[in-house]
Every structure is written in structure tokens, then in C-alpha cells.
């Protein structure tokens, strides 16, 4: 298992991230636009001037940690001090879901509900109980099969 920092920005994500570039003397790894995006999930409906907000964006601080962040969906308001969520990325995906029941649970709140997603990962937000917000994933092997 993995875990790592999840840094959310309003519109400030790729050049927050090129500043961390410099601070950590890495490179991005990955990066997608909400416009990127909605181009692979034909349901997702995004207005032209949102086009460049990141998605999802990620750099390696070391070989063990990466950060990742993104914007804000459009329809939503960031709040500082709910911009930071605790990622995990699970051994499996039965791990995944053992972990998002926990946490989940008890008092906790579900903000995505943990299922295969367009970009490929099996992906969950939730808050616990303690307010700690947390997104737990799982990428399929090339050889195992979505069930």
C-alpha cells in the first residue's frame, strides 16, 4: 500500500505544481485537464473556460512518495483547510473496499462512491468520522480482469 499527499487547488493546481517541480527537483509525471477528460467520458459536460483546470496532475518527491493534486470541480467552492486529502493506493482492489468500508463508516460521509472509473483506476472519496478526507484507488494488473 501507498500513501501520499492529495493537494487541491482553484485553478492555481499546474502552477502551484511548477513551483513544487522546483522545490523537489522532479518532474511531472502525469498530468489531465478537466478538457482532456471530458474528451474520454462523453457524459462529463464541462464549459470551454474550464477547459485547462488539471484534473489530476502528480510529481514524485522521492521514489516513494508522489505528490498529486487538482483543481476544484468548477461547480464547487474550495474551502482551505478541506483542500487536503490523505491518498491511499490499495494492494487490491478487495483491499480498496475493505478500506473505504471503514472509513466510511460510523459517521463518516461517502463523496464518491468506490467503482471503476473512465481513467482506468478503481476510485473512492469519503470523509471518516474524524473529518480526515481520504481517496483510495486500485489500478488494475494488464492481465486481471474488471469484475
Known amino acids: 500500500m501507498q500513501l501520499g499527499p492529495y493537494l487541491q ?26 478538457g482532456a477528460a471530458s474528451e474520454k467520458c462523453k457524459d462529463m459536460k464541462i464549459d470551454p473556460k474550464d477547459a485547462d483546470r488539471v484534473m ?23 474551502k482551505v483547510g478541506d483542500n487536503v486529502h490523505v491518498y491511499l493506493h490499495a494492494d487490491s482492489k478487495v ?11 460510523e459517521g463518516g460521509s461517502i463523496q464518491s462512491e ?10 473512492g472519496a469519503c470523509t471518516d468520522r474524524f473529518g480526515v478526507h481520504w481517496m483510495i484507488d486500485y489500478w488494475y494488473n494488464t492481465d486481471e480482469k474488471k469484475e
Do not use: N
Open 9 to 34: 487547488f482553484d485553478g492555481t493546481c499546474a502552477k502551484a505544481f511548477d513551483f513544487y517541480k522546483t522545490v523537489f527537483k522532479s518532474d511531472i509525471r502525469d498530468k489531465m485537464t478537466f
Open 56 to 78: 489530476h496532475m502528480s510529481l514524485s518527491i522521492t521514489k516513494d512518495i508522489i505528490l498529486m493534486g487538482s483543481d476544484c470541480c468548477p461547480t464547487q467552492t474550495l
Open 95 to 105: 483491499h480498496a473496499d475493505e478500506l473505504f468500508a471503514i472509513l466510511s463508516s
Open 114 to 123: 468506490i467503482q471503476d472509473q473512465f481513467w482506468g483506476a478503481y476510485f
